[in-house]
């Protein structure tokens, strides 16, 4: 390489360090134009130059890194093995040489990035001489190569590979000797960074592999030791106060090995305690501190009650004064921008983390606890404490919910109290208090509060000289209105709607003339809320409103007003929702016209357009409201939202260094993966991509066949979504839209759905497959159940079936794994009740994926019947071993159902089952858990109808079984009716389907006196069509002697149709009435039959014998 080239490399590093963004510009056009060879060659030779400008060499460095980052296959192996080798041995001669700190930690960085990458698929490391440099640079009596070995250690802690094990011992040793390393805080400042490191990466992989779980216990067990001299580096590190990054480095550490903590837990919380209560240290090391104390909290909840319960009468008072710490700002409750508030200030931190300490511990440590403290604080005279108490009460709601609800009552005549208050800004916090408290504990708390709340929150929305109260009262309503009962709100609307109107008018003015609008922000989504609570009863306000509204939308076009057009877009297209259709109708197309404006008059919506994300979810509601008058529409609405839709994420690869820039920063969410990686990425796009795809499930459900021409493209963009891990929502979206899309394409024909489905069902499998989030899949299993459901017939290739069924064992496999997980922690020696909280919503989660397996299995029999059984024998143990007595009664109880199905789909084919199902079955009949009671019960009941001769005697044995089950002492309570009416359906199956082994005659009288139903919809024609049949039968077990029961019979039918359990028109109450009609017929008796009826049933049955045939339908 010549020394033009050098030089003029030299002018490009110089030009992508320029703060000119012209210059910047031209030099990275020039910089992506070299050959990657080059590039790294060129890269390298700056580095390795020390007549180069540290500058230079450090941008070399950085980009060089960058690129074995991402370029690494292209580049290595392309190389001469002669070149590959002196690469990797100018790189660790150089290290050993280089005099500048700075350029040798970035050559080591480097180093590292190689390292990494030179291991083969087993975990052999490809640079054996690597790990010699690194033990020979870590017992050097030079104290820059002891740095060196520890700086590589820590960037790179996989280095050892498969051999780890075998070197554990050594790399302890080796750290063991740093953190203890008398002549240099360097070093032992270092040891302590690449033991953390080293701890947290290996922590990572045994939460995702427990293959390796035993190992990283054996990795805590030898560690164990390091801790106190860890503790004493980390106290040294404090005291010099020059680098907070090993107090970042403890919060990881707690994040990620709580547990390895905890023998020097005492240590620790004495040291972060005095850390955070210390004023003369600067905020960020106070917070840190207090994170450390928090993440542990949140991270091993158990073992910080356990053990660090002591603590908590010393944190919640420092956290309190902390959250105390508020500037003095005459301005600030006139301030038009509520987005002024320092996020890294010490009151939103503390308030932030007393939260997050509420959530991770629990109410029954955190609440008395918390609100003893506060109530000191609400009395004294420094407003900046009541502010204190009032953001507490707010923010511990959610964790501490079950504990405060009974406190609430003085609670809130408290907090009421402080919306009067003197300080505008205690005021606000009350208004806030309230409004969090609306959403925590609602709607109970609007049901109990809103005399006090309501009026409280409009004296201070009308609190014009303080705008920021304004605005916080507004918000507050909208979350009262969100979570208020209809009938509750509406005493209050003529109170509301006079306040928000005259607000909206006068903040209209405020805005021509001075330009502030975020009270007229806040009241636009407060009259939405509160019309959305309110529906039809809005329809009195709706032309004082929609006017204004309208003429918001239609001239806030600046860019400045672009919120406030979209809120007030959002505003009238909720207010459709509210008053309905026929109201709406009239607005809705000079409405839509204004929404379509920027389309139809071929302007474009810049990225960041605010309104964008409204209006989408406005066509939406217009959608809903319009139905398929909306399909006019389409065409101009669907560019823009398949755009906000195909949306890429912004997002970037960073090294822990990169990542320290994008630390605090609310739009990006970061993910550490260990050994100097790090995964960014931007939230705001995600979210309004969510929001479209939302919007396109909309579509689709609503217009049907309308949206025939659309369903090709929004199946091709779906189906990949379906895989976007970024976010959670889309994927959501995308499996709810797929039976819909192949719904609506039916219009275009069967051949279209097929190829249409042909492309779906690949993609949905294997979505299901590679799923990480638990939560999402039950949606994918939903989607998959409700697709076979759409297309009702067999639709999966052979190939498809057998990854179907290798996926439900995989899940099988993994809800017993969870389970056995679940039974250990509850041996663990910090187990508690909070602890068995969070194992029942653990377990919660994973039976809901069993419950979704028993919805595909339920379609797929509903189609395929008995020739499923092939691939069903595979998930038969699974099935037998969830119904065994000591599972859980969830596991037991979808069991059932999916044998249930095996019945009344596959029968009598279902016989060659009988062995692993009959026997439970008729047993949990009796079961002491309603939801198992009514699954065994419905499962008798289909062995009746579908299951033939073959089980005639194993119904006859369950007779005695339901009728315990139906006459429980408490079997029309609210959770047994539906288990009652269910065994009262079974009965009646056997005795018209399966009564071989009874004697009907017996059983009816006992049968009848059950009657009537009511709740369970599906199994109630069954109950009274039986008795149909047995009247116009004449049968005289129902009749009784001379017809005595008719007046009974009658009573049965007026009550079904008084508690809506059948309709006129449906073909049960048709022969019900016919029944009532004959009898009608004998004046005397109908009239004596009528004089026994209640005035309710007599008017329910008079309306539903009145009802002309064609209404009824």
């Known amino acids: 390489m010549g020394m033009a080239d050098d030089a003029q490399f030299q002018q490009i590093l110089g030009g992508l360090l320029s703060e000119e963004n012209e210059i910047r510009t031209q030099a990275e056009s020039t910089y992506e134009q070299i050959a990657l060879p080059q590039k790294i060659s060129l890269l390298l030779g700056c580095l390795l130059n020390a007549a180069a400008g540290e500058k230079y060499r450090e941008m070399s460095a950085v980009l060089l890194r960058r690129l074995l980052f991402a370029k690494w296959e292209e580049f290595y192996p392309n190389l001469p093995v ?20 700075s350029i040798r930690k970035k050559m080591c960085e480097v180093a590292a990035e190689m390292a990494r990458n030179l291991f083969d698929d087993d975990g052999n490391s490809l640079w054996p001489e690597f790990l010699s440099f690194l033990f020979e640079c870590a017992s050097s009596q030079n104290a820059q190569q002891r740095e060196c070995a520890l700086l590589l250690f820590s960037y790179v802690p996989g280095v050892f590979g498969n051999q780890q094990k075998r070197y554990l011992e050594v790399i302890k040793n080796m750290l063991q000797q740093s953190l203890s390393d008398a002549s240099s805080y360097k070093c032992r400042f270092l040891a302590y960074k690449a033991t953390a490191q080293f701890i947290v990466d290996n922590a990572e992989l045994s939460t995702d592999k427990p293959d390796v779980k035993e190992n990283y216990k054996d990795i805590q067990r030898t560690f164990s030791e390091l801790l106190p001299p860890m503790v004493q580096v980390l106290q040294e590190s404090i005291a010099k106060g020059e680098d907070n990054v090993l107090l970042q480095t403890t919060i990881t550490l707690a994040e990620m090995a709580p547990k390895l903590l905890r023998p020097q837990l005492d240590a620790i919380m004495q040291l972060c305690m005095k850390l955070m209560s210390d004023p003369n240290q600067e905020d960020d090391w106070r917070q840190l501190g207090m994170e450390i104390i928090v993440t542990l909290a949140e991270e091993a909840s158990a073992m910080f009650r356990k053990h660090c319960a002591g603590y908590l009468p010393l944190l919640v008072p420092e956290m309190l004064k902390m959250m105390s710490e508020i500037e003095e700002d005459d301005d600030w409750a006139t301030n038009d921008d509520s987005a002024d508030d320092d996020s890294d200030s010490n009151y939103i931190v503390a308030e932030s983390d007393l939260d997050r300490l509420a959530f991770g ?89 809103h005399a006090q709340v309501v009026p409280g929150l409009l004296c201070a929305l009308e609190d014009s000289s303080n705008p920021r109260v304004q605005a916080q009262a507004a918000l507050a309503l909208i979350n009262f209105s969100g979570k208020c009962p209809k009938a509750i709100l509406i005493t209050y609307l003529d109170a509301i709607f006079p306040i928000l109107e005259r607000i909206m008018q006068a903040k209209l003015k405020e805005l021509v003339e001075k330009g502030t609008k975020m009270v007229l922000e806040n009241v636009i989504t407060t009259i939405a809320s509160v019309a959305g609570t309110a529906e039809e009863k809005f329809l009195v306000y709706y032309n004082r409103f929609m006017p204004c509204l309208k003429y918001i939308i239609e001239n806030a076009t600046t860019q400045e007003l672009r919120l406030l057009r979209g809120k007030a877009i959002e505003c009238v297209s909720l207010i459709g929702l509210a008053v309905g259709k026929e109201k709406f109708l009239p607005d809705a197309a000079s409405v839509m016209d204004l929404l379509l404006k920027a389309q139809t008059s071929g302007e474009e919506f810049a990225t960041d357009d605010p309104q964008v994300p409204y209006l989408v979810s406005a066509w939406a509601r217009m959608c809903t409201i319009m139905g398929k008058q909306f399909a006019v529409y389409l065409p101009l609405v669907m560019g823009p939202v398949m755009q906000m839709a195909s949306a890429k ?66 199946a091709e963009l779906m189906t990949r979504l379906l895989k976007f891990y970024f976010h959670e929502g889309v994927r959501v979206s995308a499996a709810e839209i797929m039976p819909f899309l192949l719904q609506s394409g039916a219009a275009k024909g069967t051949e279209y759905v097929q190829q249409m489905w042909s492309f779906i069902v690949p993609e949905l499998l294997q979505a299901l497959k590679l799923e990480p989030n638990v939560s999402v899949i039950p949606e994918h299993m939903q989607s998959l159940a409700k697709c076979i459901e759409t297309l009702n017939c067999p639709c999966l290739t052979d190939e498809q079936m057998r990854e179907l069924f290798t996926i439900f064992n995989e899940q099988f496999e993994k809800h017993f794994e969870k389970s056995s997980e679940r039974d250990e922690k509850r041996r663990d020696e910090d187990y508690d009740e909070e602890v068995e909280e969070e194992l029942i919503d653990e377990d919660d989660e994973y039976t809901f994926i069993i419950s979704r397996i028993a919805d595909v299995l339920h379609s797929l029999f509903s189609v395929y019947r008995d020739q499923l059984f092939p691939l069903f024998d595979s998930i038969v143990p699974h099935l037998v071993k969830l119904m065994g007595p000591e599972r859980a009664w969830t596991e037991r109880q979808w069991s059932l159902c999916i044998w249930d199905d095996v019945i009344e789909f596959c029968s009598p084919a279902s016989i060659k089952y009988s062995q692993y199902f009959l026997q439970p079955m008729v047993q949990y009949i009796t079961d002491p858990q309603p939801e198992v009671c009514q699954a065994a019960a419905y499962g008798c009941g289909v062995l009746g109808q579908c299951g033939g001769p073959e089980y005639s005697k194993v119904c006859a044995e369950a007779i005695p079984r339901l009728v315990e089950a139906i006459q429980r002492p408490d079997s029309r309570s609210p959770e047994w009716i539906s288990p009652t009416e269910n065994a009262i359906s079974a009965v009646t199956k056997i005795l018209k389907y399966n009564a071989a082994d009874i004697n009907v005659a017996d059983v009816i009288p006992v049968w009848f006196s059950w009657l009537p139903v009511w709740q369970d919809s599906d199994e109630v024609p069954y109950v009274y069509n039986y008795l149909c049949d047995l009247v116009e039968a004449n049968q005289p077990a129902v009749l009784g002697p001379n017809n005595m029961n008719l007046p009974r019979i009658i009573a049965v039918i007026a009550e079904a149709f008084a508690r809506n359990a059948v309709e006129a028109g449906d073909p049960t109450g048709v022969r019900l009435l016919n029944l009532v009609k004959q009898i009608q017929g004998n004046t005397e008796l109908f009239t004596a039959c009528l004089s026994q009826l209640s005035d309710q049933q007599r008017e329910a049955l008079h309306e539903a014998l009145v009802t002309p045939p064609a209404a009824a339908q």
């Not at 609400?378 to 407003?383: E, T």
């Not at 204190?388 to 609670?411: D, F, N, Y």
């Not at 260094?657 to 993910?671: S, T």
């Open 82 to 101: 002669e070149a590959q080798t002196q690469l990797k041995e100018q790189l660790l001669s150089a290290i050993l040489q280089e005099q500048s700190e």
């Open 649 to 714: 994420p912004e997002w970037a690869l960073l090294s822990d260094e990169d990542r320290e820039v994008l630390n605090g920063d609310q739009e990006w969410e970061l993910h550490n993966f260990g050994e100097n990686q790090n995964f960014a990425v931007r939230t705001s796009v995600l979210e309004d991509k969510s929001t479209a795809c939302a919007m396109l499930v909309c579509y689709a459900r609503e217009l049907d066949e309308e949206f025939a021409e659309y369903t090709q493209q929004v």
């Open 361 to 449: 511990l629990g109410g029954k440590v955190m609440t008395n606890l918390i609100l003893s403290n506060v109530q000191q604080l609400l009395v004294s005279a420094d407003w900046k404490h009541r502010h204190a108490a009032l953001s507490a009460v707010s923010t511990i709601g959610e964790g501490c919910r079950k504990q405060m609800e009974p406190l609430l009552p003085p609670i809130i005549s408290g907090v009421v109290n402080f919306l009067k208050d003197v300080h505008p800004r205690v005021r606000h916090a009350a208004c806030t208090c309230l409004g969090q408290m609306s959403e925590d504990f609602g709607p109970a708390f609007q049901r109990k509060f």
